[in-house]
């Protein structure tokens, strides 16, 4: 977000809350004077249907942003992060839990913990109802992709 203040960047937010975003956008300008927000969306916690997506497409085109940063939560962000970079010419990222955390509505883990690469398990117990079948299954899976890789190399 600072570097691109020297270049004119444009920015738009997709993903999470309206109060997220609105959060996320008055501590992103009041970190980074000058930064270019040209728009924010925050789409409905469902699969969209094929009008919706053309929608959310044309306002993200109309705003001419250049860079999409994508907060909707794995893995729903990673398929919409491909979805817009075939589709739009922006450069899509995916950023997971960082505009709750930029935007002060869920608390980082402390950085002793993410030093040590616990900020799953700190992330887990403050959110485990909505984490534990991504930590169980997802990191079972890839575990598993990663040994059956591991071996044909």
């Known amino acids: 977000m600072d570097i691109g203040r020297n270049s004119n960047v444009k920015h738009f937010l ?4 309206n109060d997220t975003l609105r959060k ?4 992103l300008t009041s970190r980074y004077p000058g930064i270019e927000i040209v728009g924010q969306l925050s789409p409905p916690f469902r ?17 001419e942003a250049q860079i999409v940063w994508v907060g ?3 893995p ?4 919409e992060v491909l ?14 839990a960082a505009f709750d955390f ?5 608390k980082e883990a ?3 913990i993410r030093k040590i690469g616990f900020e799953w398990l700190f992330r887990l117990l403050s959110e485990p109802r909505r984490l534990w079948r991504r930590y169980l299954f997802g990191n079972f899976e890839f575990l598993r992709a990663t040994l059956r890789n591991g071996r044909s190399s």
């Open 14 to 17: 997709l993903g999470s809350t």
């Open 24 to 27: 996320l956008n008055e501590e």
């Open 47 to 63: 699969d969209q249907s094929p009008s919706e997506l053309a929608a959310q497409d044309k306002f993200i085109s109309d705003s």
């Open 72 to 74: 909707l939560g794995t």
């Open 76 to 79: 729903k962000q990673d398929f």
């Open 83 to 96: 979805r817009l970079a075939n589709r739009l010419p922006v450069v899509a990222v995916a950023v997971g």
């Open 102 to 106: 930029v935007a002060g509505t869920k």
């Open 110 to 112: 402390p950085v002793w």
